[in-house]
C-alpha cells in the first residue's frame, strides 16, 4: 500500500477530528500532497493540497475551518478538521500528484467521516 489514510470516525456537529496518511518515501519525497472527499450521491471533490514546497490552497467550503499540513520525517501528511458540520460528512481519501502535474497518479483508500446534527 502506498497511501494509507486513517483517522476517520463519527463526530458531532461542530467538533473536530484529524485525518492522516502516510506515504511510503518515494512517494512523499516526488509529489504534492492532498485530499479529496466523495459523499454519498455526489462526485468526489477536492478538498485541501500541499505542495512539496510547503504551499497551501482550500476549496472555499472548507477554508477556516480545514488544515492541511505535512511531517517530512514522517512521510505523512494530515488534514485537521475542525468546526465539522454535517455537510462535510464524506469518504475522505488521501492523493499525490507528481510535482507539476495537475492529476493525482495515487490514492489512499479513504476514511469515513461522518458528522452528526
Known amino acids: 500500500v502506498q497511501l494509507q489514510a486513517s483517522g476517520g470516525g463519527l463526530v458531532q456537529a461542530g467538533g473536530s477530528l484529524r485525518l492522516s496518511c502516510a506515504a511510503s518515501?518515494?512517494?512523499?519525497?516526488?509529489?504534492?500532497m492532498g485530499w479529496y472527499r466523495q459523499a454519498p450521491g455526489k462526485q468526489r471533490e477536492w478538498v485541501a493540497h500541499?505542495?512539496?514546497?510547503?504551499?497551501?490552497s482550500y476549496a472555499d467550503s472548507v477554508k477556516g475551518r480545514f488544515t492541511i499540513s505535512r511531517d517530512n520525517a514522517k512521510n505523512t501528511v494530515y488534514l485537521q478538521m475542525d468546526s465539522l458540520e454535517p455537510e462535510d460528512t464524506a469518504v475522505y481519501y488521501c492523493?499525490?500528484?507528481?510535482?507539476?502535474?495537475?492529476?493525482?497518479?495515487?490514492w489512499g483508500q479513504g476514511t469515513l467521516v461522518t458528522v452528526s446534527s
Open positions: 492523493s499525490a500528484r507528481p510535482i507539476g502535474n495537475q492529476v493525482p497518479r495515487y
Open positions: 518515501g518515494s512517494i512523499f519525497s516526488t509529489n504534492d
Open positions: 500541499i505542495t512539496h514546497g510547503g504551499t497551501l
